[in-house]
Nanobody, 125 residues
Framework: QLQLVESGGGLVQPGGSLRLSCAASSGYTLDYYTIAWFRQAPGKERERISCISRSVGSTNYADSVKGRFTISRDNAKNTVYLQMSSLKAEDTAVYYC?????????????????WGQGTQVTVSS
């Protein structure tokens, strides 16, 4: 079974940057999956913030992060990244990567069948 592991979270000051990584367990290639990043803050619903398709590699972003976050693949490293810049306090959340067997990014969270355990991102002075 595919397992996903996130890394790269931590404490950062407002305006700073972090790069999150999503890696697959041995024997699986993330190139075969559409990969999305979600986040969930305390008391808030889980929201999809970015996605990269398995087909042509198209990307999309939530309005809340558009222009500040970038999702990308490095197939040689079998890793998907989320580069986060100009971080704000409201970006504080647990960030998850998730995989789906769809050519395009599904709209519903239930369509993502594989999830990492999450990595904490805290933006604070």
């Amino acid at each position: 079974q595919l397992q996903l592991v996130e890394s790269g979270g931590g404490l950062v000051q407002p305006g700073g940057s972090l790069r999150l990584s999503c890696a697959a367990s041995s024997g699986y290639t993330l190139d075969y999956y559409t990969i999305a990043w979600f986040r969930q803050a305390p008391g808030k619903e889980r929201e999809r913030i970015s996605c990269i398709s398995r087909s042509v590699g198209s990307t999309n972003y939530a309005d809340s992060v558009k222009g500040r976050f970038t999702i990308s693949r490095d197939n040689a490293k079998n890793t998907v990244y989320l580069q986060m810049s100009s971080l704000k306090a409201e970006d504080t959340a647990v960030y998850y990567c998730a995989a789906a067997l769809y050519d395009r990014c599904p709209a519903y969270v239930g369509s993502y069948n594989y999830w990492g355990q999450g990595t904490q991102v805290t933006v604070s002075s």
